[in-house]
């Protein structure tokens, strides 16, 4: 296994992905600079989070255009692991590679905090190891992290276990009381038809650490390295 994270103008979470990959879980991680091209033989790509490109035009719009994407889409339509983390779900929302958008947060302002996800498939290689607790306590930080699909997507990701994490209460009851920014269905991080493209606007990176009091996010983690081994 070998982990590249992107590298945007405006990136911001690279280096906490960057920590938690190669320090706190002892993998070989890269980094990945958005004009090239070349993977240098990563076997899962993880598109950060922060404001690519200042977030002008749309929030991932112009990333998408990055040399860097046309390898990253060749990857995962070849069946590789590529994981979007906020920022990172945008610019795969705007790839293609996941259905749906990102739409400005509900109450027009930008939210950094502590929410709680219910992961709603423990059957993926990203959730496989999150069956220990109803509810993980994971920070989110976005001005644009409303997710809105229409009615046949939404359904097509309800009949095929595409939703992964919703936004709920710290017992896991998804409610309207804990969705952060108007989601459609609370919906916090799906998947592609295959299971090898996934998004998710909460930030785990930022909860890995003891330091950081709370480790809710390892077990993310820990599940991808886990399940990469079996698989």
């Not at 991680?29 to 790509?45: R, S």
């Not at 290689?125 to 930080?141: G, Q, V, Y």
């Not at 276990?161 to 936004?167: A, E, K, L, V």
């Not at 989601?183 to 998947?191: K, L, T």
Request: glycine share 8%; hydrophobic share 35%; aromatic share 8%.
């Amino acid at each position: 296994m070998k982990f590249g994270v992107i590298i945007f103008p405006g990136s911001n979470c690279d280096q906490d992905l960057i920590h938690v990959l190669n320090q706190v879980s002892n993998q070989e991680t890269v980094k990945l600079w958005h004009k090239g091209t070349d993977l240098h033989g990563c076997t899962h790509i993880f598109v950060p989070g922060g404001f690519s490109y200042g977030d002008y035009l749309r929030s991932g719009a112009i990333a998408k255009l990055s040399p860097v994407m046309e390898s990253v889409i060749a990857h995962a339509n070849a069946g590789g692991f590529v994981m979007g983390i906020c920022n990172g779900f945008q610019i795969l929302c705007e790839s293609g590679l996941l259905p749906g958008a990102l739409l400005r947060n509900e109450n027009q302002t930008f939210i950094c905090k502590n929410v709680f996800l219910k992961c709603e498939n423990t059957d993926t290689i990203i959730s496989h190891e999150l069956t220990h607790k109803p509810a993980f306590k994971i920070p989110i930080a976005h001005a644009e992290g409303r997710y809105y699909a229409d009615e046949s997507t939404i359904a097509q990701l309800e009949n095929n276990n595409q939703i992964i994490f919703r936004y709920a209460d710290e017992n896991g009851q998804v409610n309207d009381k804990n969705n952060p920014n108007g989601s459609i269905q609370n919906i916090a991080g799906i998947a592609n038809e295959r299971f090898n493209v996934f998004g998710m606007m909460p930030h785990p990176e930022r909860a890995s650490s003891e330091v950081l009091r709370n480790t809710d996010g390892r077990s993310f983690f820990t599940s991808i390295i886990k399940n990469s081994l079996v698989t």
